[in-house]
């Protein structure tokens, strides 16, 4: 068998006394949308955070394509090829559209200062090119003629795409998305929904999904885990989720 792109190995996480992830161990193989579900505070930011190198497990391992990553520091766990978008939307407030672009091809490409400030042509070389790929990646997520605008000027469902549009900047193989249908209405999760099959077969990606909305999660996903507790109570399909007692109990409460 081919080795997963991600595997996780009996993740702990605990803050203080509060144990927020506990045997978190998950397996996403390439091309795959997975999902990651639970009721309010069950650890799936956290667990994010763990694999993407923002918070370091109490316990554990985090493998990516083949390389043990749990303790990397986060920009070096970027440029492997792992990006997220996060929970409560984060853009440069008061960067245009393409700028909030070009910071996170920035951080990928290493342009120097030195090169930068003598204007050297290298760097100009380099400086022409991250804007043709900052203005093509814009158009693939439908933003191009927005370029100028600021980016928090953008109506909600928009700055949900530039954040993503953000982290296909760094060129990532595997993608996080918390919650990016948060605050969408039905119309717009349907969009976004036929908008994150479009990019994972473009950018060949493969995708964790945190998404409290379940149509989303259990239309694009073939496999999910369901958190409770820090625990994770089920995987499987989203047939065998949806009817599985423990995932109905983790959201209804004890019959
Ligand atoms: N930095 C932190 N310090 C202390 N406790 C934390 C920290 N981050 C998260 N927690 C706690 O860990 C638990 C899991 O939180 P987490 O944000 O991972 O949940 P979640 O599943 O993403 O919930 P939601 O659906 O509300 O986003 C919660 O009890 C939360 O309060
Ligand atoms: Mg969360």
């Known amino acids: 068998m081919m080795g997963a792109l991600l595997e996780t190995l009996d993740v702990h996480k605990q803050f203080g006394g509060l144990v927020a992830v506990s045997a978190f161990s998950i397996r996403v193989e390439s091309g795959e949308i997975v999902g990651l579900i639970g009721p309010n505070g069950a650890g799936k930011t956290t667990s994010f955070n763990l694999i993407t190198g923002v918070y370091k497990p109490t316990r554990g391992r985090v ?51 030195f090169e930068a400030t003598l204007r050297l042509p290298s760097y100009l070389r380099k400086e022409k090119h991250i804007h043709e790929q900052a203005r093509a990646l814009l158009a693939e997520v439908g933003l191009d003629a927005l370029e100028g605008d600021k980016a928090t000027s953008l109506p909600y469902g928009k700055q949900r795409r530039l954040e993503i549009a953000r982290a296909l900047a760094t060129e990532p193989k ?53 958190l409770d507790y820090g625990v994770t109570i089920a995987h499987g399909t989203p047939e065998e989720i949806q009817k599985d007692p423990k995932v109905i109990e983790a959201y209804l409460g004890a019959p």
């Open 174 to 226: 595997l993608l996080f998305l918390d919650e990016p249908a948060a605050g969408m209405n039905p119309q717009e999760s349907a969009e976004l929904m036929d908008f994150i099959l479009k990019i994972r077969d473009q950018f060949q990606l493969t995708i964790v999904l945190i998404e409290h909305h379940m149509q989303v999660v259990m239309g694009i996903c073939k496999r999910m885990y369901v």
């Open 63 to 113: 493998l990516f394509d083949g390389r043990d990553i749990t303790r990397l520091a986060l920009h070096d766990i970027t440029r492997l090829g792992i990006a997220r978008t996060f929970q409560n939307i984060r853009l440069f407030k008061d960067m245009s559209v393409l700028e909030n672009v070009l910071v996170a091809q920035h951080m990928r490409m290493g342009t120097n200062l």
